[in-house]
């Protein structure tokens, strides 16, 4: 049985109705029911789908220059041009765009495994950061100021075109067909994107899949801020989260003798006494998406000249010390981001309206017709996936229906890599039937 | 996970009791993670802002020069170093290649027999020295790791670690050029490493490596190969700030194991 299954996930893109078949009758049994732990951690190894060794994928990282305009201090120089990563493939063939989730970028090791992925199942794959990343605020954001769909998604379709159009110059790859994925926010991204690309005609995608997309937005950031408020028992008012984890794992290495540190280290703790809770699970979740609303903070401001932080005269050369801007930016989460400097500028367009108004241009309810009536389009999601609320969660299963691949078990996006839920999408994105 | 055994059982039972209920498509029931967990609704909650301030106090009177060569240090990753590697590694197949750090960590095993004994470590100091028999006569001068097969796997001690189990502090955070972050202190410990390795001359490899030049280029290349960090990685503006945290705690670790 084992042999048979690694096979199957071997041949998922090519037998993917095969494997449909194999598939149909056996339950859900994703190891992994903690949802903090299946975001974090993913699925065990022996589980994951297969996909081939990094080198022995035909790939390479490509820039170009999207906005020549964007001037940038030395310091931030490297984001000039907006850089991305291309998997070809010799012969013909469909590609698929992959857009990255907040504060992750082209390179980001879950983008590398769905590339891989993609990839072996036949498809040239561009990977590109999230439009809410620092490089790509830099290099690709029009306005400097992310968060909006509508806006986000113009200058994603800009960023596609001349990607594309780049790599195959470049590589001389031929292309049959479109596809879309995004992970995350960006899932809602490559909604809004293929919603604008039916007025533009210009990809005209096949097949749009939406891994773990947020349903509002905005409810979905203060999910994850709020994470980044947990109370852990054994910090109080003048503790330090890091230091405690690092206590923890210092008790761990202590007692196991050695410090030799492995790649099943996250692993090997989560089975020992000091094992991380479900709590500090989530402040260190809560924390890495608090690093990247600062990064967005920083950078938006940067570009926009709002003086939040740098000021106006101020030259970042290379050796300027950017910390005492990171001490200040760490103040700022996703929701300050949202009304301290995204809707102050959006409100100069758009007086009369609200943060509601704002927050419903953005969720994917603006939407429904086009994500109820478009069989091309499918989602990916979990019922404990921590950006979910229930409202959102049950707006997925009514809009999407059977295109809906919803699980009971994943957390955010944990699942992903998990054999049977690979070839369920792999199947829709390849076009059999679901 | 033990002891979420039965959580887990009670979870997909509900789960279950709840498709039940429905109708139409089976929809797994919503489950709300946040719910258990305990956020602070106080107006002062810092507990983020004040560990992530705490974790930017780092010793580095040195900040301008040092970010300039961990830039430098970037670009020559980016452009020189990582293209060597890449090809390296789609030019050789893997035993060859593990075989290869094979060979430089068994040599590496004398300094970090030398500073297991200065630290006085004597029983990692019989482990690493077990290490070094087996490898070097069982291993074939140390291609085979057979001393990890038998349960003994690689310590690594550094005289910088020596130094901080002495007491010596860190002191100034350094970036050193083409390899990356470090401390006085430890790189300090790098060059007493080196002149260990020099006097030694174990198996007479620094003579072999002399006469044959060569062996030094993959020396380099083995040492990048065998590190998995990537600049660009940690995917922020503020990398030299995040790295020089989490090198910083990594060998306060190092030291107190």
Known sequence: ?434 | MKRLLPLALLSTALSFSAVAQESGPQVPAYNDPLLELDIDERDNRYQFERSSLRALNVHDPLEGVNRRIYRFNAQFDRYVYLPVVRTYVWATPSPVRTGVSNVFDNLRDIPNLGNSLLQGKFQRSGETTARLLFNSIFGLAGIFDVAEKMGLPQQDEDFGQTLGVWGVPAGPYLVIPLLGPSSLRDGTGRVADWVIEDYVNYMDNRDFMNDYQATWGIWAIDLRYGIPFRYGALDSPFEYDQVRYLHTKLREFEISH
């Open chain 1, 1 to 434: 049985m084992p042999t048979y299954r690694k096979t199957l996930g071997i041949c998922a893109g090519l037998l993917a109705t095969v494997a449909l078949t194999a598939n149909a009758g056996e339950p859900y049994a994703y190891p992994v029911t903690n949802p903090f732990m299946a975001t974090v951690a993913g699925t065990p190894e022996k589980l994951r789908a297969p996909t081939p060794s990094d080198v022995d994928v035909q790939q390479t990282d490509l820039k170009v220059r999207v906005l020549p305009d964007r001037k940038l201090p030395p310091a931030l120089s490297q984001y000039r041009d907006l850089h991305y990563r291309v998997a070809w493939h010799d012969e013909a063939a469909p590609l698929i765009f992959l857009v990255a989730g907040t504060g992750s970028g082209y390179d980001s090791t879950r983008m590398d495994y769905l590339k891989r992925l993609f990839w072996q199942a036949g498809m040239h794959v561009i990977v590109l950061s999230s439009p809410s990343n620092h490089d790509f605020i830099a290099a690709a954001s029009n306005s400097g100021l992310p968060g909006m769909g509508a806006e986000d998604a113009r200058d994603l379709h800009t960023a596609m075109t001349l990607a594309v159009e780049n790599a195959r110059q470049e590589l001389g790859f031929e292309v049959t067909s479109y596809r879309l994925a995004g992970f995350s926010l960006g899932a809602l991204h490559a909604a809004f994107v293929a919603e604008l690309d039916t007025h533009l005609g210009q990809f005209d995608f096949e097949r749009v899949l939406l891994m773990n997309p947020p349903v509002d937005l905005y409810a979905s950031v203060g999910r994850l801020d709020a994470l980044s408020y947990t109370r852990i028992e054994g910090v109080d008012d003048n503790d330090s989260f890091y230091e405690h984890i690092f206590q923890k794992l210092s008790r761990h290495f202590a007692s196991r003798g050695n410090s030799d540190i492995q790649e099943s280290l996250f692993e090997e703790i989560q089975s020992s006494p000091d094992a991380l809770t479900d709590p500090e699970l989530a402040m260190l979740i809560g924390a890495v998406f608090r690093f990247s609303a600062a990064d967005l903070s920083f950078m938006s401001d940067l570009v926009t000249h709002g003086g939040r932080y740098v000021p106006a005269d101020e030259q970042l050369k290379v050796s300027t010390s950017l910390t005492p801007y990171l001490r200040r930016a760490l103040f700022c989460d996703f929701s300050c981001y949202i009304n301290e400097q995204l809707l102050p500028t959006w409100q100069l367009e758009n007086a009369d309206k609200t943060i509601d108004d704002m927050a419903w241009e953005t969720s994917l309810r603006s939407l429904q017709d086009f994500l109820q009536n478009n069989p091309d389009v499918a989602a990916v999601s979990n019922a404990d996936d921590l950006i979910l609320t229930e409202s959102d969660y049950r707006f997925l299963a009514d809009t999407l229906g059977e295109r809906a691949f919803l699980y009971p078990s994943g957390g955010h996006g944990g699942n992903l890599d998990y054999a049977p839920v690979t070839e369920r999408y792999l199947a829709f994105l390849q076009g059999g039937a679901q």
